[in-house]
């Protein structure tokens, strides 16, 4: 998830983990689009403040949606005319998943062109920060690349150099992690991997990539759900090839049941958040090598469960200057009442109680409903800005801003 400096605010009145009523009037924003299932999906935070989400909506077919908000939480109608942008990739449900802002303000989005299966497409698209499309990247601001069986993009995350790294699946039956990499100018990158495109096997069986992250020295990390049903990792060198110093051959399939679905680097380490057996929130910190960081949580694993809720797991996570780990995610019943969910951490894995008292928040969207939180970004002045999907009239895009 992306962090980005802010002006500093006022201080508010409130504890870590209350609702920012700075924040749309009571600290949550939706966003209705269309009568059908629309979802924000990430979320990262302009240098300005502003707050900037991509995901989905199934206007025109199923587009991707770009969308600003002021750092008070109304739409910004100095991007694309009305705060939101539209974009048709292809005639299938097209969606965004990733975000990242460049050095110089330019939202780089990391979307699945069309309905996933067999002709589905890897798709990166550039705005400008006025919300038009940059046609100094491939020519109109998009571009697609083809994966082996298929592609669903999950993730992306920027080099210093400008190279854009996406990561997600291949394959529509066995199912493989995979990577594409994009020159700033938008071409595919023929050096990372030989022709641009890298397909890992981690177990033979439903293998998803769900997260990535470049390291400072280049090496690229994707992680996500070893078809065992465990935390999967690969890192590869700069070039696209395995890197054997990390573990060994450059995958891990980690001694820790569930799905990463979001990664963080931190201090050398690697922090993965998403869920673990018992139907919990579990964020795992991984050490350079590979190898499970038994200094953290219990053997490596922080494992959390809301009172009141039968389900709970984290989509996202970021890392505070302190060293804290916000995850963000949802928490579910069996009477279909589902919340987001954000729990914080020590550094040590434990959880912080002075965040919600006991380390632990969720937040309901009117009128009630299954709700849940997809990504999560800090702002300079510490305060807490989750995304999602609320219910209601089909599916809302969702924001809520705490206070940290």
């Known amino acids: 998830m992306t962090c980005a400096m802010l002006a500093p605010a006022a201080p508010a009145l409130g504890a870590a983990g209350d609702l920012d009523p700075s924040f749309g009037g009571d600290g949550v924003v939706v966003t209705n689009l269309t009568p059908g299932n629309d979802a924000a999906n990430a979320v990262a935070i302009q240098a300005d403040g502003k707050v900037v989400v991509a995901g989905r909506t199934t206007g025109g077919g199923g587009q991707v949606v770009v969308a600003r908000y002021a750092a008070a939480g109304l739409l910004d109608p100095t991007f694309s005319g009305d705060g939101i942008a539209r974009t048709n990739l292809s005639h299938g449900n097209d969606e965004a998943t990733g975000l990242a802002i460049q050095p110089d303000g330019k939202i780089v989005v990391a979307a699945t062109a069309g309905t996933p299966g067999t002709n589905s497409l890897f798709a990166v698209l550039r705005y400008d920060p006025d919300g038009r499309l940059d046609r100094s990247f491939s020519r109109d601001g998009r571009v697609a690349a083809a994966v082996p069986g298929g592609g669903v993009a999950r993730a992306v995350s920027l080099q210093a ?59 690229v990390i994707v992680a996500g759900f070893a078809g065992a049903g465990r935390y999967g990792l690969v890192r590869y060198t700069a070039a696209g090839a395995l890197d054997t110093t990390f573990s060994g051959n450059g995958k891990a399939v980690l001694p820790v049941g569930g799905f990463a679905s979001a990664i963080a680097l931190h201090g050398g380490k690697i922090v993965l958040a998403g869920g673990v057996p018992l139907d919990r929130m579990g964020v795992v910190r991984v050490n350079a090598d590979g190898t499970l960081d038994r200094t953290f949580g219990r053997r490596g694993v922080a494992r959390t469960a809301f009172p009141g809720f039968t389900t709970t797991s984290a989509a996202a996570v970021a890392i505070q200057p302190d060293g804290k780990i916000v995850a963000a995610g949802f928490a579910s019943s069996f009477r279909g009442r589902g919340d987001f969910a954000l729990a914080r951490y020590t550094a040590v894995g434990a959880l912080d109680p002075t965040f919600g008292g006991d380390g632990r928040v969720h937040t309901a969207f009117p009128p009630g409903g299954r709700d849940s939180a997809a990504g999560v970004a800090l702002q300079a002045d510490g305060r807490i800005v989750a995304v999602g999907r609320a219910a209601g009239h089909g599916g809302r895009l969702a924001l809520a801003r705490y206070l940290g």
Not at 161 to 175: L, N, T
Not at 188 to 214: C, I, K, M, N, P
């Open 161 to 219: 150099d400008g190279r854009i790294v996406v990561a997600g699946s291949a394959g529509a039956h066995s199912i493989e992690f995979a990577v594409v990499r994009f020159r700033p100018d938008g071409a595919v990158d023929t050096s990372f991997g030989g022709d641009g495109t890298v397909v890992t096997t981690l177990t033979g069986s439903f293998d998803f990539g769900e997260a990535v992250a470049v390291q400072p020295n280049g090496r």
